[in-house]
């Protein structure tokens, strides 16, 4: 079997803060091996989420991933600011989960390139 000599793609590493199009490239290598996870109300998740997030409000998040994911897992992570982002993020930190990624931008970031969104309607 012959080199390819580096023109394999390879998806991008995993980094404690990510931006939009290097979450999306991941999901476009066809990496299921992650977890995007939005911290905001959920009001503001129905309304409008990153597509295949799921929704792990502030005063549940800890709780709610410590019962459903393994600490090991690649976790995304947004909210509605990049402070409650980095804020959601050290709480999973520090509740030992070791590959947490904060997605700078969130919501809005995804969209303005123009990225799949969905809503949850009543």
Do not use: C
Not at 19 to 45: M, N, S
Not at 65 to 88: P, V
Request: charged fraction near 25%.
């Amino acid at each position: 079997m012959s080199q390819f000599f580096g023109i394999i793609p390879t998806p991008p590493p995993f980094k404690a803060k990510s931006l939009v199009f290097e979450l999306k490239a991941r999901l476009d290598w066809g990496e299921p091996a992650l977890t995007i996870i939005d911290a905001r109300d959920r009001t503001e998740f129905n309304l409008r989420h990153i597509l295949g997030a799921i929704p792990m409000p502030m005063s549940e998040l800890v709780d709610r991933a410590e019962a459903s994911l393994e600490n090991s897992r690649d976790i995304y992570i947004y909210g509605d600011t990049d402070e409650e982002t980095y804020q959601a993020a050290e709480k999973l930190r520090n509740a030992g989960f070791q590959n947490v990624s904060e997605l700078r931008g969130g919501v809005a970031a995804w969209r303005a390139l123009d990225y799949p969104v969905e809503s949850i309607s009543k």
